[in-house]
C-alpha cells in the first residue's frame, strides 16, 4: 500500500487539494472546545471543509444554539486556519444547525474522555 498518494481521511467531509488536507485538519485539531477540553475535530463540530484557490469554507456547529463559547471557537478557527493556509486565503466559517450536533458525532477518543 502506498502511504504516500493521499492522508488518512479527515473525520469531516474535505473537498479541496489533498496538500493542504493535512495542515487544515491540524489547525482545526488545535481549537479547542473549552467547555469539554476537547479539540472541535473530536468533538465533532466540523461538518465540512471546501478548499478551492483564495479561499477555505468550514462548514461547523457547536452542541447547542445557546453555547456561550461560540465567539471564542470561531475566532480560534479563524486564527489557526490563516497560520496554515497561503497568504491572502479567505477563510468563510459558515455555522450551521442542522444536522443537529449529537454525541455520536464525536470520536471514539472524545468519547473515551468524557466517559461515554
Known amino acids: 500500500m502506498d ?9 469531516f467531509a474535505y473537498d479541496g487539494p489533498v496538500p493542504l488536507q493535512a495542515p487544515i485538519l491540524t489547525a482545526l485539531r488545535r481549537v479547542v472546545d473549552p467547555e469539554v477540553a476537547l479539540n472541535i475535530v473530536d468533538v465533532g463540530l466540523v461538518y465540512a471543509v471546501t478548499a478551492r484557490p483564495g479561499e477555505v469554507h ?3 456547529t457547536m452542541t447547542s444554539a445557546a453555547c456561550p463559547v461560540a465567539d471564542v471557537i470561531m ?3 479563524q486564527w489557526e486556519l490563516s497560520q496554515v493556509l497561503p497568504e491572502g486565503t479567505r477563510i468563510d466559517l459558515e455555522l450551521v444547525w442542522e444536522p443537529p450536533w449529537s454525541p455520536d458525532r464525536m470520536s471514539e477518543r472524545a468519547k473515551g474522555f468524557m466517559g461515554w
Open 3 to 11: 502511504n504516500h498518494s493521499h492522508p488518512a481521511p479527515a473525520p
Open 58 to 60: 468550514v462548514r461547523m
Open 75 to 77: 475566532e480560534d478557527v
